[in-house]
Structures are given as C-alpha cells and as structure tokens.
C-alpha cells in the first residue's frame, strides 16, 4: 500500500525547497502545490486571478474548490501505485488550518472557533473529507506565533501587506493549536543557524525510520567533500584537480566534469538541460549527483570541473553548504595564453561565454582564491593544506588507504589563516 507524507508549516518556513531536495527516484513521488496539479487552480493561475478569487470568494465556494482540488491530487498520487511513498507540498491537515484562517478572514470577524464550526459544516454537508496522510510533519520556525509571522514577512517581496500579515497571524495559529492536538506525527523546528542542508537531514532521519528506505539517507551522505573548480579557460583547473586527487588514491577520491553530468541529465529528460533555469539546472545537478554518489559508494571525495554559472553554483553552495567547496583558480591572463592548448580566438570566445554566464562572480563568494600563477606543485600543496583543514586528510598521510576525517573541533580550531565559512585567499 502507497505510504503518503505531507510537509506542512508557515509560509516561508521551506516546505517546496526541501521536497525538492529530498531524493529523486521512481520509487519516490514528490507532489507539489495546487497550482501545478489540478487544472482549476492552475486556470485562475495563469490568468492571474488566483488572489482576487482566493479572497473575493464565499466560504462555501473557497472549501470546495479547495478541497476537490486536494481530493483530485491524492487519487492522481496514488492511483495504482503500491509500496512507494509519496510526499506531498502541503497536505490536508495544513490546509484544513488554511481553510480555517481564510473563512476568519471572510467573516471579518478573525474568530478561529466559529471558522472551524463553518469549515466542518461545509465538508460534512458537499462529503468533502479526505484520509489523512500516513505521516503528517510540521516545520516552524520561531518560538513565538509573533516571531514566526514576523520571518514569514520578513521574506515576502511585500513584507508590509497587512492583510496577509493578519492571515498569516491566523493561519499560525491555527498550525499551532494543531500541533499542541497532536495532528502531525513529527515536528521539525528550524532554528536560526540551521542550514538548508541541516534541515533536509532532519526531515530524511524521520522519513528512513518511517519508511525503512535507504535513500533517505542524509545528503550525498557517502562523501566527505565535493570540490568545485572555476576560473576561466585554461587556468589549470583540470590540472590541479588531476593532481589534487592522486593525493587521496583512485580508490577514495575522483575527477568529474560537469559536463558529464549535464549530458546524462538531458539523456534523462529527452531534452537539453541548459534550456531550464538556473534553478532547476541546479536541482538536477544536485539529485544526479547524489545518485552518481549512491552507485559510487566507495568515494569520499569528488571534484568537478569547470563551474561558470553564478546561478548554478549558489544554489549548489546553499543547499550543500560546508559540503561543497567551492574552489576558483586565479590565473593571469598572460599565463593563461602561455599554458593554452587552443588558438587565442578560441581562448577569447571561451572566456566571453564564461564571463556572460558570470564564471567571475563565483570568485567573491569562493570558499577558497587559489592563485595559480606559479609552480603546479605549489597550488596543489595550498589546496590540500585548505582542505585537510577542513578535515580531508590525504592517503599518504592517513597511511590506511582512505580519506581520514579530523575531529570536527580540531577542524575549526587549526591555522591562523583559515576562515572556517567565507573566503580564503591564498597567494
């Protein structure tokens, strides 16, 4: 039988980021808002009357839509379907509360009890009540309603809107009352320092001891490191992670280039992956990767040449944090043309493609400046002194055949030099 998830919580708190980054695989249906999965909403969608309607409608018409809506995803989800698991963006115990704040709102009275006694009568009288998830999650954020509206408004592009601000006042509260009943199994509360990657761990921890399946594993959970090389062309990327690699053995650690994982994503799809966004470029980058990590499971350590999208490498950098290293080769241009195999007209055209996919910005959000203007061997030895501080210590020096990670408290605490998070320039 189909084991059905739902991530529920506030506005804002990360719902749509972390589906989107749990992982990717057939036996794995990720299923997103409304308005990409029933064509009523996804109608006043595109013709951008989604809001006047979702305000401007009676309490009874705003129920049945919505939740035919929902009753028309789950049967799409889990017709014919048996043992997978499908997660949805939201699920009927969050839209229950949505449902509950909206009719407040309708009735401009802003009472919750007598709003939850409508909504019962609407779905008792049309028979709109859907089984609940097998598993139901809460994600919050804040410890307080106030301080999490106060987040929630603090990342909408109109942070000042006072009647979504009442809204989101109303819905939260209605999420919290919820959760002191015990509607959701489990609740993931997302503190200040935490990261996309850290939270994304928590909720795959919950989601291996439901489910007992093995990819839900933490993220790229095999690999000590990812070591992510830009620059521009013929700076000595490819030659410093050839170099770089050989430290750790064939064994442990391995030279990738992304246009390998570009090609087998658009073999994938049927289609060429650099005709989607940046974002999404980035998303499939980052389930190729961990896929290639799962079949690899031996290594611990990857690089990849060459990165030059801005877009790309931020999204990267945000969901893998610590996890991936982004590593840009500082070379003059002079040098580039000496050491360059190709004719300067194409060195040019490289570079002007690189430049308009802004291959330079990555250098001011690099966790390391590598100057590679001298010898091979002097910016092969600052690289692996940079990540044995991060706790990639090389087979020579492990002197068991594989990668040694320090103590974590020793990494944070060696090298007067090193910035732990930021930027290190080395020259």
């Not at 850290?198 to 001891?209: M, S």
């Amino acid at each position: 039988m189909v084991f059905t998830i739902s991530l529920n919580g506030a506005d804002n708190v990360g719902k749509t980021t972390q589906l989107e980054l749990l992982p990717s695989h057939f036996t794995i249906s990720k299923v997103g808002s409304l308005h990409t999965n029933d064509e009523t909403i996804a109608e006043m969608h595109r013709q951008g009357s989604l809001k006047e309607w979702w305000w401007g409608s009676t309490p009874v018409e705003f129920v049945t839509v919505i939740f035919g809506a929902l009753a028309r995803r789950y049967r799409n989800a889990t017709a014919g379907k048996n043992g997978d698991v499908v997660i949805f963006d939201r699920g009927v115990s969050m839209f229950e509360a949505v449902a509950v704040a909206v009719i407040a709102m309708k009735n401009e009275d802003e009472d919750l009890v007598n709003a939850r006694g409508v909504l019962d009568g609407i779905l008792d009288k049309h028979g709109l009540r859907l089984p609940p998830e097998n598993l139901a999650i809460l994600m919050t954020h804040g410890n307080t309603v106030e301080e999490s509206v106060r987040i929630t408004m603090s990342r909408e592009d109109n942070p000042d809107d006072e009647r979504y601000n009442r809204y989101q006042r109303l819905l939260q509260s209605e999420l919290q009352r919820q959760e002191l009943r015990g509607t959701y199994q489990n609740t993931v509360h997302i503190a200040v320092t935490d990261n996309i990657r850290c939270v994304q761990d928590q909720l795959r921890e919950i989601l291996l001891e439901k489910t007992g399946n093995s990819l839900f594993q933490p993220t790229m959970h095999h690999l000590v490191g990812i070591y992510a090389f830009g620059g521009l062309s013929e700076c000595g990327k490819s030659t410093i992670a050839e170099a770089y690699c050989a430290n750790f053995g064939s064994r442990r650690a391995f030279r990738s280039k992304i246009a390998y994982f570009y090609n087998t994503i658009s073999e994938a799809l049927g289609l060429s992956v650099y005709g989607t966004s940046e974002k999404e470029q980035a998303l499939h980058l980052f389930h190729e990767l961990e896929r290639f990590q799962r079949s690899h499971y031996w290594l611990r350590l990857l690089t990849i040449e060459s990165l030059h999208r801005d877009s790309v490498t931020k999204y990267l950098k945000l969901w893998l944090d610590e996890k991936f290293q982004v590593v840009f080769i500082d070379t003059s241009e002079s040098q580039r043309r000496e050491r360059s195999l190709v004719p300067l007209e194409q060195l040019t055209g490289n570079d002007e493609t690189k430049l308009q996919r802004g291959a330079m910005n990555i250098r001011s959000y690099a966790d390391l400046v590598l100057d590679n203007n001298g010898p091979l061997s002097k910016s092969v030895s600052r690289l692996l002194s940079f990540s044995e501080r991060r706790g990639l210590v090389p087979e020579h020096a492990s002197g068991s055949g594989t990668i040694a990670v320090k103590d974590e408290e020793e990494v944070n605490n060696t090298g007067d030099n090193v910035k732990v998070s930021g930027v290190l320039v080395v020259d």
